[in-house]
């Protein structure tokens, strides 16, 4: 009973900073005189706790420290109100059992031996009955409690924690925490939905989700702001959903003006993902980059990952997307061609380097060409639906001068959209916007909140025909 009274008091002083110290103190005698009441059903919170593996994997000679600023004891996953046992003191170490599988040894300040406990994720290490307090692992500090799983990578440190206390080491990390509030307030509804929609994502490896963008990027206690705090609880519980179940509201960076068909990179189709014209992200951090790729090392970079490449001659956008982003990329050598999709191109660069896959290669701009068309001798054919090839059906690299017929039906010319490189080492990519273009511009966001648009009318923009709601 006491317990699940700290936990009430706890999420109260959570989720309103504002009371008065009068106030609590009432509430609190009041609480406890509950507890002098015989046969009072008092219900525990609702609380979702998840499963996050953070940090590195542990091999079986290296020592993981736990300190807490309080003792630290053991809980049983299923009875997390009763210590199996309480440590003396508020600093563990911890590593795997030399030469067994499935279980990780304990040891003191002093290092010396305490006990043992599976690595299976059944046990749980924490603070004594203290909710307040949060825990050191390795260099970074994290709320709720820690447990392990031991697989033939070794051993993973997984954090047991309340949804919305993850949240709160979460948006942080994915939105800037000086942004507008409404941005961060839709951020955080973003990244709640996101959370309970993915719950799954790492359940054969026995945990719910990672601390990286493979998941959503987690800093823990660590990472805490007070700003994006405010955002989590003015939007406690809140979701996005699409015809009754929770939407997968993904994110990125910037779209670099134009929203990505969730098809269109993963090849599933969401109807809520759809792909939109996002004046918003236009003129943001990461609206327009460029990059220059050595030739050589790209060769390298391809035989690498399994291509067989020698010299590559030159390499030209084949396929777009409505939305301008890249489909398809061709790469030349001799007599060969190699075709990749954009994001695989993207992917072998590096997407810190490629930022998008909107882009044009070396003045090949594909948004430009959307509406021009090549005249031919029985029809008017758009640009984008042809190929010159040579002889031996491969792109050529001729600098020959086509008429062409814009949207305007002007005539214009322009050079063979195959790009020669014969004069230089470097391909120079030119982009823009940041990430794969689905779902939420956060840059787009923030510019939209800045415009006065509350985090509702974010959320309805970047996800179609949702609905904004209470997860219950």
Known sequence: MKKHINILIYHIKMNDRRWENTDMKKLILFLLLIVTIPNMVFASSDTTFIDVKIGKTYEEFERLNIYSDTNLALFQRNDLDNEL????????????????????????????YITSIPSNGSVLIGPRQDYESHLKVGEKEYRGLITFIEDNTGLKVINHIDIEQYLRGVVPREIPSLSPNEALKAQAVAARSYAYSTLTKHSKEGYNLCDTTHCQVYGGFSDENIHTD??????SDIVVKFNGSIANTVFHSSSGGFTESSENIWGNKLNYLKGKEDP??????????????????FSDILNDSGYEIDEINDISIVDIYMSGRVKEICINENNERLILTGEKFRSLIGTTKIKSTLFKIDGLDPIDYKEIYVKGSQAVTKLTEIQILSAQDVLTRSNTIYSIIDGDSEIR???????????TNNIVVSGQGYGHGVGMSQYGAIEMAKQGFDYIDILKYYYSDVEITKIN
Do not use: P
Not at 94 to 106: P, Q
Not at 280 to 296: C, G, R
């Open 85 to 112: 046992l309480v440590f003396d003191g508020n600093k563990i170490y911890v590593g795997k059992t030399f030469g067994v599988n499935d279980k990780i040894d304990i040891y003191n300040s002093e290092n010396k």
């Open 230 to 235: 405010d955002a989590i609880i003015d939007t």
């Open 280 to 297: 918003y992200s236009l003129n943001t951090i990461n609206s327009f980059w460029t990059v220059e790729i050595d030739k050589e090392l």
């Open 413 to 423: 010319t322009v050079e063979n959209n195959s790009v020669n490189h014969d004069s």
